[in-house]
């Protein structure tokens, strides 16, 4: 069983960054891949980002949604239990609140589908004034 608490949320202006955290409990926290998903009021929930579970040879990989390439990075520290996202260049239609999840089974491999992943956190608010 993981538990995963998010934070790092917030008001912020357009073009502003913030860090999300997501801190997990449990002790096989290297072994999932872990991703973030955001759900804005009225829509559904959507993929933004992943990280796999880490290969010694090429770590972690990382994928993203068109909508936030280039501005959102995922990484991950597995000391701490911990995967981040940082985002930048914040636009007004990323408010939303932001989800951690963790996969177990297939954490080698990317999927944006929410239904591969086992362990969802309860979310943080993330507000991007115009």
């Known amino acids: 069983q993981v538990q995963l608490v998010e934070s790092g949320g917030g008001l912020v202006q357009a073009g502003g960054s913030l860090r999300l955290s997501c801190a997990a409990s449990g002790r096989t926290f290297s072994s999932y891949a872990m991703g973030w998903f955001r759900q804005a009021p009225g829509k559904d929930r959507e993929f933004v980002a992943v990280i796999t579970r880490e290969v010694i040879t090429r770590g972690g990989q990382t994928y993203y949604a068109d909508s936030v390439k280039g501005r959102f990075t995922i990484s991950r520290d597995n000391a701490k239990k911990t995967v981040y996202l940082q985002m930048n260049s914040l636009k007004s239609e990323d408010t939303a609140v932001y989800y951690c999840?963790?996969?177990?089974?297939?954490?080698?491999?990317?999927?944006?589908?929410?239904?591969?992943?086992?362990?969802w956190g309860q979310g943080t608010q993330v507000t991007v004034s115009s």
């Open positions: 999840a963790a996969r177990d089974s297939g954490s080698y491999y990317y999927t944006s589908s929410l239904s591969d992943y086992d362990y």
